[in-house]
């Protein structure tokens, strides 16, 4: 008879590349030897390094209506706020002192940074001398051209699903389509693009999941990030729930992982709402990035994508060191660019 240690072995032994070899990972009942297995290729693929990514949200105005979303247009409870300029670029001069290498501007898709006044902000975070990973949303593809003409190096925009009935019954007003277009254009125009999904969508299937890893898989991206989704009380969405989707968001980045070993994987702030540990645990199932938070808590309580989000508390990148420290692993020093390691690969050749 075939152990359950067996059968894993086997779904183990090759990356699992179809949606049959995704399937059962998926629904494995005792994920450990998967968690172990994504855990070692991260270590010989990317290092025991964690790359700090220091997060600011800068504004939670946002035109669109995601069902899901706390800062949706149609939840008339969120306080909404907008940083000037300069306490976007003050946030990242502290965040820079404070030894982070990357600084991530995010916000709702707010109309108010126009292409130009992004662009200046972006020239003066990269004057600091930080990378610059953006995270505003679907643009057209001039826009996105402007800002990585004034240095953005990344841009993060998750596809949520690939299944586009579900995408388009939970954005509306959105297309699927024109998300994609967006991946393409950040493709083509240079940037390190990051994608991900949301785990645990009501109507979603497992089988739609394992469409969302082979989507990463052939764009390519250089990063992925795996969220649980988190019912917030002022949406539609309020009465659903959350249970599973820790557990079941861990088996999809362990087996991103084994599908794309040497691109960054976040352990998300969504994790750490479902668990205590949950990013440190996220840490030891693949994933190589924290994003710490480095928005002033006036501004980012009320960035509320979701509820339960962790307070940040003004970490300076060295008090990480402690926290990893206890899971065997460091603070890295670099940029931690997706392009360094497929050179390094390159190079070892
Ligand atoms: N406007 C930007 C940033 C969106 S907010 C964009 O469109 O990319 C960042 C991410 O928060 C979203 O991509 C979504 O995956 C996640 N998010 C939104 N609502 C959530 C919820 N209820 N639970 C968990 N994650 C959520």
Redesign the pocket.
Known sequence: MQTLDDWTQKYLSRPPLTRGDILPLLSLSDPAPLFRKADSIRRRFVGDGVYLRALIEFSNY?K?D?M????RRSNAQAVRYRMTPNEITHTARQAVAAGYKTVVL????DLWFDADKMSDIIRRIKNLGAAVTL????KTREEYAAYRKAGADRY???I?TTDKNLYEKLDPAMSWDNRVRCLEDLKELGYEVGS???VGLPGQTLESLAEDLLFFKSLPVDMA?I??????PH?P?AQEK?DGHFELSLKMMAIMRLMLPDINIPA?T?ME?LHPQGRLLALQCGANVIMPNVTAETFCKNYE???GKPHPGARAAAAWQEQLASIGRSVSAGYGFHGDYLKEQRAAR
């Open positions: 946002c669109n995601c899901y979303c706390g800062i995010q916000s709702g898709e995270s505003l949303g679907e993060l925009l998750r949520e991900g999904s949301l990030g969220g649980p989704f988190i019912p917030h949406t969405l959350a998300t969504a709402t994508l979701y509820p």
